[in-house]
């Protein structure tokens, strides 16, 4: 019988797809779970993997790129979480999205979790900049940010 810690094993090693399980770990306000996080910014950023075609963003930092994968992580923001983390050599590759996002995409969600300890501030930062500070994400009233807003009723 799969257990659940060898299914989120599986889903780490890109064996499994997100889609196919309820997330790892369970959600306390004390303490949020990156699994749980990550299924909503999925549902979120591609309708939980069924419209990864995302769009070319047209000014800003990203400007000429589009998001990729399930999670809509942005190619700078990849290559960014290369250079912070330890990743096995395929996963050192931005062409490897298929294989690596979930595991790209855990190390962010983990990083911000961590860093800001409120669920919906992590997905304003996910959406408007993972860099930006808590104090930051206070002034611009996240709150009210449309992204926030269904970040919560999920």
């Given amino acids: 019988m799969l257990k659940k ?3 989120c094993h599986l889903v780490a090693s890109g064996v499994v797809l997100l889609g ?9 306000s004390q303490q949020p779970s990156t699994g749980h996080f990550l299924a909503k910014i ?9 419209n990864t075609n995302h769009k070319k963003m047209e000014k800003g930092i990203h400007r000429g790129d589009s ?11 990849i290559k960014e979480i290369i250079n912070r983390g330890k990743f096995s050599k395929d996963c050192e590759n931005l ?18 979790l961590k860093r800001l300890q409120n669920p919906a501030m992590c ?3 996910w959406f408007y900049g993972h860099n ?10 996240y709150k009210k940010s449309f992204y926030v807003k269904r970040f919560n009723k999920l």
Avoid at 20 to 28: E, H, I, V
């Fill in 95 to 112: 062409k490897n999205i298929k294989k690596c996002e979930y595991i790209w995409a855990y190390f962010l969600a983990d990083k911000l």
């Fill in 132 to 141: 930006l500070s808590k104090k930051e994400i206070i002034r611009r009233k």
């Fill in 5 to 7: 810690e060898n299914l």
């Fill in 67 to 77: 998001a990729q994968g399930i999670y809509g992580l942005m190619p700078n923001t």
């Fill in 42 to 50: 999925a549902i979120l950023e591609s309708n939980n993997g069924q």
């Fill in 20 to 28: 196919l399980f309820w997330p790892c770990g369970a959600y306390t």
């Fill in 123 to 125: 997905a304003y930062a």
